[in-house]
Structure formats: structure tokens, C-alpha cells
């Protein structure tokens, strides 16, 4: 999901919750991302950030060595 602070910059950050926690708490995944879509099977996030595209496994935050530009 993505959450938008109420300030006038109004930055977004996309966060998970796990769904079969008792108290779930979101967590965030990325900071300042405009858009994110995830892959068909489930497995891979793309996340607009800046300028950049990023590719990522679905479920954990981007590791910026292994999530890859576009």
C-alpha cells in the first residue's frame, strides 16, 4: 500500500502489513515512491522512485545491491 504524508511536498511510502499477525503493524518498504505495481505470479515489485525504476522481490525491503535500475 502506499501511505501520503499530509505535508505540501505530500511524499509517499510504500509499506506492507502482514495479514495473519494478531497486532498487525505496517512496516515501510521504500520511502518517497510515486508509484509501485507487482509482477503477475506474486514474486517481484516495481517501484518508481525519483527518477528511477526499481526491481525487487515482493514480501522485503529493496537490497540496493540486488534490486536492479531501469
Request: aromatic share 4%; proline share 6%.
Amino acid at each position: 500500500m502506499l501511505s501520503a504524508e499530509t505535508t505540501v511536498e505530500r511524499k509517499r511510502a510504500l509499506r506492507s502489513l502482514a495479514i495473519d499477525s494478531k497486532n498487525p503493524q505496517p512496516e515501510t518498504v521504500l520511502e518517497d515512491v510515486k508509484g509501485y505495481d507487482l509482477s503477475a505470479d506474486g514474486k517481484k515489485l516495481l517501484a518508481w522512485k525519483g527518477n528511477d525504476l526499481l526491481v525487487f522481490d515482493a514480501g522485503a525491503k529493496p537490497d540496493p545491491v540486488k534490486s536492479s535500475r531501469i
